[in-house]
């Protein structure tokens, strides 16, 4: 009876034959009869049946070794026949590539059958001492050659596969690549010292074992191949768990090992109270519903196929917010499209409001609770922000652990048909939340998959909404400054009427029977009603006049103004154009523009100073200069805030909005401004307009 060893080898090989058997059975009950299907199938049972025979002959030592090599090469023939049939499809159209492919296929057939007619004439030297008798160096070089013909075919593989097809055969590449680079280094390690190491074959059933698992996912990813194999994906976490279960064992023994080793007399007793804690705490972490269900999410994002064509699916999404139906707001379309990605046939949308409660403000096929009314401090709401987790009603009324520190609002539980509670996350704040219907089947696989794409598009729901939600506030700041520009200048408009009423009144007690002065206050009077009644047309009708533009007399204007303000201190002193000329504009608003100006530069000049107003006509232009020598301006404020609205140095008693109104006028008009200025000298202003030419039958008019 032969004599029974079990060794590191025998559970190497028998390791590596079992994991084969499995994939071979896998495929087995799925193949279709394809040829490529087939090839596969019979490249993995023999590897299984190879890695059998060595775990058997480990044990007994009672098969001869030449059968042993026989499996091996027909192994080699198996894998390469499988690899050069992938590569036959990938070059049909390529004569350069059948040629070269062609030339491998016959050179690592040639040298296959070379070494099987050597193992059978020379079977005396294929024992794993290998002793060097004529002709073992010529078998060890024939076996790197066929590993470097294997790799030079995995690399032809995938250096010929698009860049967009490779992850579907990236794992495949591995997985026979990592079996042809080990062969090519035990094979050239037993050439270069001349006999074969022990270590490395022995490990060699495990390290092809390794593979198995790249192939079954290359295999699952590859619809090409036409096998539906299905790995089932609790099968894949308890084989995981199970692997890691015991590759942490070993690691924990192997450590126990060395405590009991260098503990001295206290060794047993330490490695007694090590291995104890370490199988709690290994128990304690496959207990752990977290940690289990992190494990099956890590499985299942790198190692199945996705469940949603996410490229389809965003585009969907997409074309439904950017086309909504018709008459349908946007609330409700937002809903409907995040709606379709989980079949749901309705929901409710809820936005937070400035009082800080969570309202419904739209709804779509399904109807709005009763007092769903929910504040921002509920532990509801605290929740989603803080954790911005999809929940799934139908898992926390299963399990509540699921959701800890979760507590629903009554009438949430109430809900007729509610499914999903979704956030809207923008920039880490909750700016409401969608609740999602059921249909007629609750969905049982709703899974992290489900929840990731959900989330997305959430965000980017909620991005849209900010974007309406700030559009429509900034429509209403638009409105409120055209209502305060409007308010601004009516209320200019009247300071300056007030002031100009207030000279009345404070002269008319020392003046009143002067008939001069009478008149000239009835016309200032007069003046200010027929300005009030302007400002209050243009707060009846909420917008700014420009007025009424046509041919004003520059001569004429001027003289107004001053006579305007001579009342005020110093008088300003006129000098016109020899000869008149005309502009094109709005003759009141340019009187007025004209007079605060004057009074600004009053304001700025003591009663000993001197306030200019002068206008002469150069290249079709009309400039108009005043010109005071009173407190003047900085270049700084000049350049950086004279002409902005609300800035002034008068403090109090000035609004700030008068320069900018004399530059909008001015530019409206087709003209321009410039203001040269010096503290302690004083400010020139100067306005450029261009001339009005008169028209054929306003000369004629004047002949006449």
């Known amino acids: 009876m032969p004599e029974i060893t079990i060794s590191v080898g025998t559970v190497s090989h028998l390791l590596g034959a079992a994991l084969y058997l499995v994939m071979s059975l896998l495929l087995l009950a799925v193949w279709r009869g394809k040829r490529l299907a087939s090839l596969l199938l019979i490249a993995s049972f023999i590897s299984f049946v190879w890695f059998a025979c060595l775990g058997y002959q480990n044990t007994y030592h009672s098969i001869p070794y030449q059968y042993l090599h026989v499996l091996e090469l027909i192994r080699n023939i198996a894998w390469y026949s499988f690899l050069l049939h992938i590569l036959a499809i990938a070059f049909a159209e390529d004569p350069g590539g059948t040629r070269r492919l062609t030339l491998v296929r016959l050179a690592l057939f040639t040298l296959s059958g070379l070494l099987l007619l050597h193992v059978f004439f020379a079977s005396s030297i294929l024992s794993l001492n290998w002793s060097f008798f004529p002709g073992t160096r010529a078998v060890l070089i024939g076996y790197v050659l066929l590993a470097l013909g294997g790799l030079i075919l995995v690399e032809w593989l995938y250096r010929n596969t698009h860049p967009d097809q490779r992850w579907s055969i990236k794992f495949l590449c591995l997985a026979l690549g990592g079996i042809f680079s080990y062969d090519f280094y035990l094979y050239s390690d037993a050439l270069l010292f001349r006999h074969v190491n022990l270590e490395l074959w022995n490990a060699r059933g495990a390290i092809n074992g390794l593979t198995v698992p790249l192939l079954a996912i290359s295999v699952a990813r590859n619809k090409d191949w036409s096998v539906k194999l299905f790995v089932s994906r609790h099968v894949v976490f308890h084989t995981t768990t199970f692997m890691g279960a015991g590759i942490y064992l070993l690691l924990m023994s192997s450590a126990g090992f060395y405590i009991k080793k260098y503990g001295g007399e206290w060794g047993q007793v330490l490695q007694a109270v090590f291995l104890f804690g370490a199988l709690m705490l290994l128990l304690g972490l496959l207990f752990s519903g977290r940690i289990r269900q992190q494990l099956k999410i890590f499985l299942h994002k790198h190692f199945f196929a996705n469940k949603y064509e996410y490229g389809q699916e965003w585009l969907r999404f997409t074309e439904t917010l950017s086309k909504p139906e018709t008459n349908e707001p946007i609330a409700e379309n937002i809903i409907r499209a995040i709606a379709q990605i989980v079949e749901s046939p309705g929901g409710v949308l809820w936005m937070v409001r400035e009082t800080g409660e969570y309202t419904p403000v739209a709804n779509w096929s399904m109807p709005i609770p009763p007092a769903a009314i929910i504040a921002s401090h509920s532990p509801f709401i605290r929740f989603l922000e803080e954790r911005e987790w999809v929940i799934y009603l139908e898992e926390y009324s299963q399990n509540t652990d699921a959701y800890e520190g979760l507590r629903l609002p009554d009438w949430l539980l109430e809900m007729d048909r509610a499914m999903l509670v979704l956030p809207l996350m923008q920039n880490k704040q909750l700016m409401g939340f969608i609740i999602l219907a059921s249909a007629s089947e609750i969905r049982a696989d709703f899974n992290w998959e489900d929840s990731d794409l959900l989330k997305t598009v959430g965000r ?157 006509q150069l290249d079709g232009e009309v400039i108009i200069d005043i010109q005071d020598n009173g407190s003047g301006m900085d270049e700084k404020f000049v350049q950086n805030h004279l002409f902005r609205p609300f800035y002034t140095t008068k403090g109090n008693a000035g609004m700030g909005i008068g320069a900018y109104e004399c530059k909008e006028f001015v530019q409206n008009a087709g003209g321009r401004i410039q203001v040269t200025s010096e503290l302690g000298v004083g400010t020139q202003f100067r306005i450029i307009l261009p001339l009005s030419q008169p028209t054929a039958e306003a000369e004629l008019g004047n002949m006449l």
């Open 460 to 616: 980017q729901a909620a991005s849209y909404l900010a974007i309406l939600n700030l559009s429509g506030k900034l429509a209403e700041a638009k409105q409120f400054e055209a209502f305060n520009r409007l308010s601004a200048y009516v209320v200019h408009d009247l300071k300056n009427v007030v002031a100009q009423l207030s000279l009345v009144v404070s002269n008319a007690k020392k003046h009143m029977h002067n008939e001069e002065f009478m008149e000239d206050a009835m016309q200032t009077v007069e003046h200010a009603v027929t300005k009030m009644n302007r400002m209050l047309g243009q707060l009846r009708k909420g917008q700014h006049e420009v007025g009424n533009i046509r041919r004003v007399m520059v001569n004429s204007v001027l003289t107004a103004v001053a006579e305007r303000c001579k009342a005020g201190s110093p008088a300003p002193l006129l000098t016109p154009l020899s000869v008149d000329s005309c502009v094109a504009i709005d003759g009141e608003r340019f009187e007025a523009v004209l007079e605060h100006i004057v009074q600004n530069a009053q304001d700025a000049t003591d009663e000993n100073g001197q306030v200019s107003l002068t206008v002469e």
